[in-house]
């Protein structure tokens, strides 16, 4: 299946997909990922949390790393990451959705739109052999990690924007 959204196919029995490492490592070190597969085989930051540990109810600190659970589910944790104010999230670059308009468009920092798209990872670490289907957009909640995004060096469109360049933490 290669058509939108195909890394999150039901028929794939799997809905546990790591971000491509040379991702996180250009993004550098990050305290906290409240979505982490149970089994991963690199590290995404210093404390993790599963779907175990349901880490929409748990206390966040520092700065996040986000690549949530795709579909309804995602617009729960971009409110939870914008109102923490420091982090970045990963998500499908569907600008137009109402997720988008009420959790990005109007509460983050700045955008990386990623050139082409990712072929992310399975738990196993092994790279997925099609693409995500979709093109995906880095998101900065706070000044600090806009920066971050801007000067980065993924290949990408990186676009400032002025909603909450002061936003500060939880």
Known sequence: MNGIGSHQSPRMKN???LTPPHVLKALGAFDLDPCAPIKRPWEMAAQHY????????QPWSGRVWLN???????AK???R???HGAGVPLIFARTETEMFFEHVWCKASALLFLKGRLHFHFVDGTRAPANGG???VLIAYGAADAEILKSCGLPGAYVPLAAQQTQGGE
């Open 15 to 17: 809905d546990e997909w």
């Open 50 to 57: 599963t779907a175990q540990d349901n880490g929409l109810q």
């Open 68 to 74: 949530p659970p795709y579909g309804a589910e995602a």
């Open 77 to 79: 944790w971009l409110a």
């Open 81 to 83: 990451l914008a109102a």
């Open 134 to 136: 979709a093109p995906s």
